[in-house]
């Protein structure tokens, strides 16, 4: 058995794709019912939902968006805890007025504060011209870190590799003060 073949078994018995293939847009319970059955099926431990704006978002009447988000955001977090499974949910910014080219913050997330009340972690994964990085480069801002054994608050290049397929630590630093 090749190297290909054993990472292709190894991908294969680690993840586990959940696509909704209807021509709706699926809800989060219809995302969670079927990952709470994953974990049962096949021992699950990461959930990533990406990205939000794909999720129906059908709110009840006299419901604001901030309080559907809200939420929402218990939803997955109450099934975060109940099952043992760490969700990466990936939501893009708003559009910005006046955007320069910086870095979006965890409050330029389009829907609501929550995002980043509510969230453990908080990362931002940055592209753009106007950072005066070569275009195979981008910035990683960790923004939120509520759990301090878990990490730190800070920045960080990663290059990608093109023949690898993977993002791999820079030399390239950013100034702070830019």
Do not use: C
């Amino acid at each position: 058995e090749g190297e290909l073949d054993r990472g292709i078994a190894w991908i294969d018995d680690r993840f586990h794709l959940i696509r909704y293939d209807d021509d709706e847009l699926p809800s989060i319970d219809w995302v969670l019912n079927i990952a709470r059955a994953a974990v049962m099926r096949y021992g699950i431990r990461g959930l990533v939902i990406d990205p939000y704006n794909e999720l129906d978002h059908q709110r009840p009447d006299g419901t604001t968006e901030t309080e559907y988000v809200s939420r929402l955001l218990t939803k997955i977090k109450r099934f975060a805890q109940h099952h043992d499974v760490h969700v990466w949910f990936v939501a893009h910014p708003r559009q910005l007025r006046d955007w320069k080219g910086g870095a979006p913050g965890l409050y330029d997330i389009s829907g609501s504060a929550h995002f980043i009340n509510k969230a453990d972690n908080g990362i931002v994964i940055h592209r753009s011209k106007e950072t005066g990085l070569p275009p195979d480069h981008v910035q990683v801002l960790v923004r939120k870190v509520r759990n301090k054994l878990a990490g730190q608050i800070g920045d960080a290049v990663l290059r990608y590799d093109r023949t690898s397929g993977r993002y791999v630590d820079s030399d390239l630093r950013l100034d702070p003060m830019a």
